[in-house]
């Protein structure tokens, strides 16, 4: 149980266009969804929290503009990156929380690599 | 504010050989502790956690102990396999930051045959 689903694995894009990253919860209701941001060889940096049908709190120097968050249900979070450059390039990940385990355990989403051109 | 250190990789081991992975914490209140395993080209996976002071989290031959005297959570495996090549994180949540992790910078181990 606890599998969370992220679509696609990878994506390439062009500057300036925009992409987005889907993020699942198979087999349970995630009351509260993560997105992270991952470089190569360092930890991962929170980028925002989001509670199903409310805003996403965004971290301190996390453009809420840029990274678009939507949790318009229990099971699906989606984080568009608007306006790619090639700094945005990087490895996404998103995790999940019932809400309901001890510690708030967080299942994490196997990662989107996005490539900006 | 709270964080979490963790000593510094890459780490590498034969097989069978002892491993210890340090982490050590900063934290106001009671924290949660995790050990995330993120094997290459893969997710994060959860490998154990503990949720209050002398607490031993195990798993997979893993096992940390959840030290408040000393504020760490080093994680431990008697015999390591060269499946257990992965980077490993230390982790820290705080129940009224709404779940929020704070990770480690995550430490690489190698396991040659």
């Known amino acids: 149980g606890a599998v969370v689903s992220q679509h696609p694995s990878r994506v390439i894009c062009k500057s300036g266009t925009s992409v987005k990253i889907e993020c699942r919860s198979l087999?349970?209701?995630?009351?509260?969804m993560f997105w992270y941001r991952q470089f190569p060889k360092k930890s991962l940096m929170l980028m925002a929290t989001?509670?199903?049908?409310?805003?996403?709190?965004?971290e301190q120097g996390v453009e809420k503009d840029k990274f678009l968050i939507n949790h318009a249900s229990l099971t699906l979070s989606t984080l568009t990156v608007t306006s790619a450059h090639p700094e945005d390039s990087s490895f996404y990940i998103c995790?999940?929380?019932?809400?309901?385990?001890?510690?708030?355990?967080?299942?994490f989403g196997p990662g989107t690599r996005l490539t900006v051109l | 504010g709270n964080s979490v250190t963790q000593m510094e990789g890459p780490v590498t081991l034969s097989e069978e050989a002892f491993l210890t992975i340090n982490c050590t914490y900063t934290?106001?209140?009671?924290?949660?502790l995790f050990w995330y395993v993120q094997y290459p080209g893969e997710g994060l996976q959860l490998l154990l956690k503990?949720?209050?002071?002398?607490d031993k989290g195990s798993n997979k031959g893993f096992e940390a102990t959840y030290r408040k005297e000393t504020t760490s959570f080093h994680l431990e495996k008697g015999s390591v396999q060269v499946s257990d090549s992965a980077v490993y994180f230390c982790?820290?949540?705080?129940?009224?930051?709404?779940?929020?992790?704070?990770f480690g910078q995550g430490t690489e181990l190698s396991v040659k045959p």
């Open positions: 982790a820290l949540s705080e129940g009224n930051q709404g779940g929020k992790l704070i």
């Open positions: 503990a949720t209050k002071a002398d």
């Open positions: 989001s509670n199903e049908g409310s805003k996403a709190t965004y």
């Open positions: 087999d349970f209701q995630a009351t509260t």
């Open positions: 934290a106001t209140g009671y924290p949660s």
């Open positions: 995790s999940a929380s019932s809400g309901h385990e001890v510690a708030d355990t967080q299942y």
